[in-house]
């Protein structure tokens, strides 16, 4: 895509979202201008005389000590609260080894208080040790937390591996995910990405965020809610980072170092993640064909290893101009091969299942990518305590190429060649594409009192899309490969989605409620450049998305709330695109008529603490989805190098109605000093209607995650989950299960180097078994991967926080005031 074409499918969104945000600002800064008292200091080490960099500062009321806002002394050790209201102040200085000051302060214009002078503890002069540490797993009422540096299963893996492990979310054999059986948007640092799953190393992962029905603040795509992947970023002072590395059994290797240095206004931070994965697989497909009372059989199996090999790395900075404003810029690149080498062997059988010939052959597939990744984020606070401004902008470009090899043979039983009635096949192809994402937002968050608060924000996403496949299939009569159009496609697609929200949140007493109205605009274009006439344009009007939570908090730690909101799930671009992707006897294509479903989404949950020692979140919801989009096959005759092939075909459709009530249940329990165990169950009843075709039934999902602190510095972690039977409108899923385990050992007194030991799918029983019933046939498909597999992953933590690691002393001075701000 050009600059141009960026350019005019932006250009409104754009303006629209920097004169709000240059209006918004501006009026915020006016507001807060009003007051006139200011009150100044500077902070210093009793001892040495050096200044105290990154000490907590807090303004509280004299009154009552309720906090009105907060800061970080600079690099000189200076803090200053400008625009207050004249009054007095209570001022609490927090910093870790230091005794906490608390100093009353009466201002009217401008206040000084001069040097104050921190005194450390006792046990800063011996060395603190910190014993706290945050746990693998955290829920509030409206959000679930997963830590995954806590994960020791999914290192040295992606962010399949780490989706995995969160609770409440399930993961298939190819890296599709759920939440209670629905699709979720999937966000990476709050914002869209044309990186996939598999393209992110899980040691670049800090935390997984779950949000099962989200407000109005959040994107109205993804029938289940959304899940983010928060990437790692450290801001701690000097210093500091992290290098691993890993092998398996599976002769996959890893290796990923962090680097973050913190100096005065600026913090720069690093990401490299090498990654090495092989994944052999085995498939297996039988199929019953009846037409004109003639049965026949087909029994296929596939052997391969799916290869991937990519490098991804992050550097970035934070500018803190001053204790109010923060610019954040980053740029992402990843690149890789993708390869997926597979030799088939396909038996033609009769009614009785004897086999009649067979066919030999290949199915390659070898593909590139690159992908960049530019953010650029703005953050302002205010004086007045929870209010803050914040804008940023993604830009996301991806490039990919490939090429593909296929051959089928076929011979009678006595190994001779066999042409008759199935041809020889022999077909390559060569493909190039392309995508670009870009994104704007603007957020701004007000309070009104200490319980009620206003939230406004607008958001603009526009993706592009290119794709160029051209196969050409071998011509045996002429011996010539002939250009085949049915498996070939030159694919242009754009779409720009608009957005804008509002929420008021507000309460009194125990009771608290947010209400809230977003709404979507979205342009869809789509065309197949190789076909006359192949294309079409989608302008969906301004659809709104309501949100409302109502919270009520009763006695002895417990919290109720009922929440609904309205959802949208849009058609992924690949589901839109026609062309026909075939292998032996089957296919799949896209459904350029594909509408968006919308899911009006109900949830009552209950929140439990037990004297911080068991948590218990249950859920009971419901979801109404209309035009559900969901697969259907039927039986077709194909056109493929100018032969006619019967093939079960397969591509997405909107369905009539799908109702999904179920219940969830999450506890997480600490059941001694250092052994913690959660638990996540949801089961559902599903009712689907589509095309001719009606289906219903019950499936449960189960997961528990139990983390054990042992003697001699070692962790133990087991894992383990159980998904039962999934329907579908033609058909069902069978039940899957499996169990990780991992030991993690800490080496030295600071506990810095560490080596992890982690064996997964100990019994080996993740695979993935389906069956499927059309009008002329029934198929069963079984899929394996080598899914048990030993991992040994060595970690090493070094650095330390050093808050004048780039400031220079004095000549013939030992301390005192360095002055300046570092860089």
Same mark, same amino acid.
């Given at each position: 895509?050009?600059f141009?074409?960026?350019?005019?499918?932006?250009?409104?969104?754009?303006?629209?979202?920097?004169?709000?945000?240059?209006?918004?600002?501006?009026?915020?800064m006016?507001?807060?201008?009003g007051?006139?008292?200011?009150?100044?200091?500077?902070?210093?080490?009793?001892?040495?005389?050096?200044?105290?960099?990154?000490?907590? #500062?807090?303004?509280?009321?004299?009154?009552?000590?309720?906090?009105?806002?907060?800061?970080?002394?600079?690099?000189?050790?200076?803090?200053?609260?400008?625009s207050?209201?004249?009054?007095?102040?209570?001022?609490?200085i927090?910093?870790?080894?230091?005794?906490?000051?608390?100093r009353?302060?009466?201002?009217?214009?401008?206040?000084?208080? +001069?040097?104050?002078?921190?005194?450390?503890?006792?046990?800063?002069?011996?060395?603190?040790?910190?014993?706290?540490?945050?746990?693998?797993?955290?829920?509030?009422?409206?959000?679930?937390?997963?830590?995954?540096?806590?994960?020791?299963?999914?290192?040295?893996?992606?962010?399949?591996?780490?989706?995995?492990?969160?609770?409440? &979310?399930?993961?298939?054999?190819?890296?599709?995910?759920?939440?209670?059986?629905?699709?979720?948007?999937?966000?990476?640092?709050?914002?869209?990405?044309?990186?996939?799953?598999?393209?992110?190393?899980?040691?670049?992962?800090?935390?997984?965020?779950?949000?099962?029905?989200?407000?109005?603040?959040?994107?109205?795509?993804?029938?289940?809610?959304?899940?983010?992947? &928060?990437?790692?970023?450290?801001?701690?002072?000097?210093?500091?980072?992290?290098?691993?590395?890993?092998?398996?059994?599976?002769?996959?290797?890893?290796?990923?170092?962090?680097?973050? #240095?913190?100096?005065?206004?600026?913090?720069?931070?690093?990401?490299?993640?090498?990654?090495?994965?092989?994944?052999?697989?085995?498939q297996?497909m039988?199929?019953?064909?009846?037409?004109?009372?003639?049965?026949?059989?087909?029994?296929?199996?596939?052997?391969?290893?799916?290869g991937?090999?990519?490098?991804?790395?992050?550097?970035?900075?934070?500018?803190?101009i001053?204790?109010?404003?923060?610019?954040?810029?980053?740029?992402?690149?990843?690149?890789?091969?993708?390869?997926?080498?597979?030799?088939?062997?396909?038996?033609?059988?009769?009614?009785?299942?004897?086999r009649?010939?067979?066919g030999?052959?290949?199915?390659?597939?070898?593909?590139?990518?690159?992908?960049?990744?530019?953010?650029?984020?703005?953050?302002?606070?205010?004086?007045?305590e929870?209010?803050?401004?914040?804008?940023?902008?993604?830009?996301?470009?991806?490039?990919?190429s490939?090429?593909?090899?296929?051959?089928?043979?076929?011979?009678?039983?006595? +190994?001779?060649?066999?042409?008759?009635?199935?041809?020889?096949?022999?077909?390559?192809?060569?493909?190039?594409?392309?995508?670009?994402?870009?994104?704007?937002?603007?957020?701004?968050?007000?309070?009104?009192?200490?319980?009620?608060?206003?939230?406004?924000?607008?958001?603009?996403?526009?993706?592009?899309?290119?794709?160029?496949?051209?196969?050409?299939?071998?011509?045996?009569?002429?011996?010539?490969?002939?250009?085949?159009?049915?498996?070939?496609?030159?694919?242009?697609?754009?779409?720009?989605?608009?957005?804008?929200?509002?929420?008021?949140?507000?309460?009194?007493?125990?009771?608290?409620?947010?209400?809230?109205?977003?709404?979507?605009?979205?342009?869809?274009?789509?065309?197949?450049?190789?076909?006359?006439?192949?294309?079409?344009?989608?302008?969906?009007?301004?659809?709104?998305?309501?949100?409302?939570?109502?919270?009520?908090?009763?006695?002895?730690?417990?919290?109720?709330?009922?929440?609904?909101?309205?959802?949208?799930?849009?058609?992924?671009?690949?589901?839109?695109?026609?062309?026909?992707?075939?292998?032996?006897?089957?296919?799949?294509?896209?459904?350029?008529?594909?509408?968006?479903?919308?899911?009006?989404?109900?949830?009552?949950?209950y929140?439990?603490?037990f004297?911080?020692?068991?948590?218990?979140?249950?859920? @009971?919801?419901?979801?109404?989805?209309?035009?559900?989009?969901?697969?259907?096959?039927?039986?077709?005759?194909?056109?493929?190098?100018?032969?006619e092939?019967? *093939?079960?075909?397969?591509?997405?459709?909107?369905?009539? @109605?799908?109702?999904?009530?179920?219940?969830?249940?999450? &506890?997480?329990?600490?059941?001694?000093?250092?052994?913690?165990v959660?638990?996540?169950?949801?089961?559902?009843?599903?009712?689907?209607?589509?095309?001719?075709?009606?289906?219903?039934?019950?499936?449960?999902?189960?997961?528990?995650?139990?983390?054990?602190?042992?003697?001699?510095?070692?962790?133990?972690? &087991?894992?383990?989950?159980?998904?039962?039977?999934?329907?579908?409108?033609?058909?069902?899923?069978?039940?899957?299960?499996?169990?990780?385990?991992?030991?993690?050992?800490?080496?030295?007194?600071?506990?810095?180097?560490?080596?992890?030991?982690?064996?997964?799918?100990i019994?080996?029983?993740?695979?993935?078994?389906?069956?499927?019933?059309?009008?002329?046939?029934?198929?069963?498909?079984?899929?394996?991967?080598?899914s048990?597999?030993?991992?040994?992953? *060595?970690?090493?933590?070094?650095?330390?926080?050093?808050?004048?690691?780039?400031?220079?002393?004095?000549?013939?001075?030992?301390?005192?005031?360095?002055?300046?701000?570092?860089?």
């Open positions: 895509m050009s141009f074409d960026v350019k005019h499918s932006m250009r409104k969104s754009l303006l629209f979202l920097l004169a709000t945000f240059l209006c918004m600002n501006t009026q915020t006016a507001q807060d201008n007051a006139q008292a200011e009150i100044l200091g500077k902070l210093l080490d009793d001892q040495s005389g050096k200044p105290v960099e990154y000490a907590s #500062v807090a303004l509280l009321k004299a009154k009552d000590s309720t906090v009105i806002t907060g800061m970080l002394s600079k690099g000189n050790g200076d803090f200053d609260f400008k207050i209201a004249p009054g007095t102040y209570i001022l609490k927090y910093f870790i080894g230091y005794q906490t000051i608390f009353s302060v009466s201002v009217k214009g401008r206040s000084d208080v +001069g040097n104050i002078r921190l005194k450390t503890t006792a046990t800063a002069l011996k060395g603190v040790e910190v014993v706290g540490e945050k746990p693998a797993f955290t829920m509030a009422i409206d959000k679930r937390v997963f830590n995954v540096e806590k994960n020791l299963a999914s290192i040295g893996g992606t962010a399949t591996d780490v989706l995995r492990q969160v609770p409440s &979310v399930n993961v298939d054999i190819d890296g599709n995910v759920s939440v209670r059986n629905g699709s979720p948007t999937i966000f990476i640092d709050g914002r869209p990405s044309t990186l996939t799953l598999d393209q992110i190393p899980a040691d670049a992962i800090a935390n997984v965020e779950v949000v099962t029905n989200p407000s109005a603040k959040y994107d109205a795509e993804g029938m289940s809610g959304i899940l983010n992947i &928060v990437l790692k970023k450290n801001r701690r002072a000097g210093i500091n980072g992290l290098i691993q590395g890993g092998y398996s059994t599976t002769n996959s290797s890893n290796l990923g170092v962090d680097l973050n #240095v913190r100096q005065g206004k600026i913090n720069v931070f690093l990401n490299y993640n090498l990654r090495d994965r092989r994944s052999p697989m085995t297996h039988l199929r019953k064909n009846w037409e004109n009372n003639d049965t026949t059989y087909l029994d296929q199996y596939q052997d391969g290893e799916f991937r090999k990519f490098q991804n790395g992050r550097v970035g900075f934070d500018w803190f001053d204790n109010r404003n923060t610019i954040t810029l980053s740029q992402g690149l990843t690149g890789g091969d993708f390869n997926n080498l597979n030799s088939q062997t396909v038996y033609d059988l009769d009614a009785q299942k004897n009649l010939r067979y030999i052959g290949d199915n390659d597939s070898k593909n590139k990518f690159r992908n960049y990744t530019t953010q650029l984020g703005y953050k302002r606070t205010f004086a007045k929870g209010r803050e401004l914040t804008a940023d902008f993604t830009y996301n470009r991806a490039n990919n490939g090429n593909n090899d296929y051959s089928l043979q076929y011979y009678n039983l006595d +190994g001779t060649p066999s042409n008759s009635p199935n041809q020889p096949e022999l077909r390559y192809g060569n493909s190039t594409g392309n995508t670009t994402y870009l994104t704007g937002q603007v957020d701004f968050v007000t309070p009104i009192n200490e319980k009620s608060k206003i939230e406004a924000g607008l958001r603009t996403n526009s993706r592009t899309f290119n794709n160029v496949l051209n196969t050409y299939g071998k011509d045996f009569a002429t011996g010539e490969f002939m250009y085949d159009s049915s498996l070939s496609n030159n694919y242009h697609y754009t779409e720009q989605i608009n957005a804008a929200y509002v929420s008021y949140t507000g309460g009194f007493g125990n009771f608290g409620f947010q209400t809230g109205l977003r709404a979507e605009q979205s342009f869809y274009s789509g065309e197949m450049k190789n076909i006359k006439g192949a294309n079409y344009e989608i302008d969906y009007p301004i659809g709104l998305f309501p949100s409302i939570f109502l919270t009520q908090k009763l006695k002895g730690d417990h919290e109720l709330q009922l929440n609904y909101s309205r959802r949208i799930q849009r058609p992924w671009f690949r589901d839109l695109l026609p062309n026909i992707e075939y292998n032996a006897n089957s296919g799949r294509r896209g459904n350029p008529s594909l509408k968006p479903e919308f899911t009006n989404s109900f949830e009552l949950s929140l439990k603490d004297d911080r020692k068991v948590n218990v979140l249950a859920s @009971v919801y419901f979801r109404n989805t209309n035009n559900a989009i969901t697969n259907y096959s039927i039986d077709t005759t194909l056109n493929l190098d100018g032969q092939r019967k *093939v079960v075909l397969s591509y997405p459709i909107n369905a009539d @109605v799908r109702n999904s009530y179920g219940a969830e249940l999450t &506890v997480r329990t600490q059941i001694t000093k250092t052994w913690d959660t638990t996540n169950v949801n089961m559902q009843q599903t009712k689907i209607s589509a095309e001719d075709v009606n289906n219903s039934g019950f499936t449960w999902f189960g997961k528990v995650n139990s983390n054990t602190k042992l003697p001699w510095n070692l962790t133990l972690q &087991v894992t383990g989950e159980y998904e039962g039977r999934r329907i579908e409108p033609q058909g069902e899923e069978a039940p899957e299960y499996q169990l990780d385990m991992a030991v993690k050992k800490d080496f030295f007194k600071k506990k810095n180097f560490s080596v992890a030991l982690g064996l997964n799918d019994f080996n029983t993740d695979r993935d078994l389906s069956w499927t019933t059309t009008s002329f046939s029934d198929s069963e498909r079984y899929r394996k991967r080598v048990r597999e030993l991992r040994l992953n *060595v970690s090493w933590r070094f650095g330390k926080m050093d808050t004048n690691l780039f400031k220079k002393k004095k000549d013939g001075e030992g301390g005192g005031d360095m002055g300046g701000d570092g860089f």
